[in-house]
C-alpha cells in the first residue's frame, strides 16, 4: 500500500506563488515517476508536470516557464513550484506516483485545492 499526501494548496491572487508537496508513504521499494496533474470544474484531468527518479522534467504547455517540478528521492517528497500563477491556474491539484510497492502500481492523492483570484 502507498499513500499519497497532498499540501500546499490554498488562495493566491494572480501573479503570486504557491509551493505544493506530495509526501508518499507506505510499502515503497521504488519511485519511477511522481507527478502533478489538475482538474477544473467542467473539464478533464490535464498534465502539469512530471519527473522521474533520474531527473528528466516533463510540463504542460499552459505551465512551461512558470511551474518547476522537483524530487526529493531520500524524503519520496514531490514538489511543483508554481509561480507567476493565473486565474486559469485554479484546479485541483493531484499527486501522481508511478513505482514499485510489492508491485508496480499507479497511485493518485486526494488532491489540494488551488484557487487563483482577486
Known amino acids: 500500500q502507498v499513500q499519497l499526501v497532498e499540501s500546499g494548496g490554498g488562495l493566491v491572487q494572480p501573479g503570486g506563488s504557491l509551493r505544493l508537496s506530495c509526501a508518499a508513504s507506505g510499502s515503497i521499494f521504488s519511485i519511477y515517476v511522481m507527478g502533478w496533474y489538475r482538474q477544473a470544474p467542467g473539464k478533464q484531468r490535464e498534465l502539469v508536470a512530471t519527473i522521474m527518479r533520474g531527473g528528466r522534467e516533463n510540463y504542460g504547455d499552459s505551465v512551461k516557464g512558470r511551474f518547476t517540478i522537483s524530487m526529493d528521492n531520500a524524503k519520496n517528497t514531490a514538489y511543483l513550484q508554481m509561480n507567476s500563477l493565473k486565474p486559469e491556474d485554479t484546479a485541483v491539484y493531484y499527486c501522481?506516483?508511478?513505482?514499485?510497492?510489492?508491485?508496480?502500481?499507479?497511485?493518485w492523492g486526494q488532491g489540494t485545492h488551488v484557487t487563483v483570484s482577486s
Open positions: 501522481k506516483f508511478v513505482g514499485s510497492g510489492l508491485g508496480p502500481g499507479e497511485y
